[in-house]
C-alpha cells in the first residue's frame, strides 16, 4: 500500500512535469492518476502525454542551434522531447542503444528513454524514416521541445 505522501510526491511530479496521466505499477499494485487535460490541441489516442510547461511558454526561450537546424532542412523531421528529463540512448548500460544513424524507424518503434524523477518513459517514432542524426548524447539533460533526432521521412 502507498502512503499518502508517495501519492502526494507523484501528484506534485505530475504538476511540475504537466503530465496529464501516469500509470505505474508495482507488482500486483497499480495507480493511475488523472488530471485535466489543459491543453486543448493534445492527442486524446494518447493516454501519456506531458502538455507545454507553462515556464516554458510564458519565458518564451529563444531556439537552441540544434532547433534552428531542423528549420534549415525541410526534408528533415525532427522527434522532439515530450518533456524535461535526462536522455538515454539504450535500456541499460551493457545494451545496445535503440537506433543509431542510418536506422530505420516505423511509428511506435523506441528511440530513446527519458528519466525525470526516477520514472523512465519511452519515446517513440510518431513517423516512417530512417535516422539521419541524433542530436544529444547519453546521459546528457534535454528540455521540453528539444529535438533528440532528425529523421529522413520515407
Known sequence: MLDIEKIRQLVEMMVSNDLVEMTLRD??????????????????SVSVRPVTPAAATAANPAPSPAAEEVEEDVDLVAIKSP???TFYSAPDPESSPFVQVGV????????????????????????????????VKNGEAVEYGQPLFLVRAT
Open 83 to 85: 518533456m524535461v528529463g
Open 27 to 44: 507488482g500486483e499494485l497499480e495507480v493511475k492518476l488523472r488530471r485535466p487535460n489543459t491543453n486543448p490541441g493534445a492527442d486524446p
Open 104 to 135: 530505420q524507424v516505423a511509428p511506435g518503434t523506441v528511440v530513446c528513454i527519458l528519466e525525470a524523477m526516477k520514472v523512465f518513459s519511452e519515446i517513440k517514432a510518431e513517423i516512417a524514416g530512417m535516422i539521419e542524426r541524433i542530436l
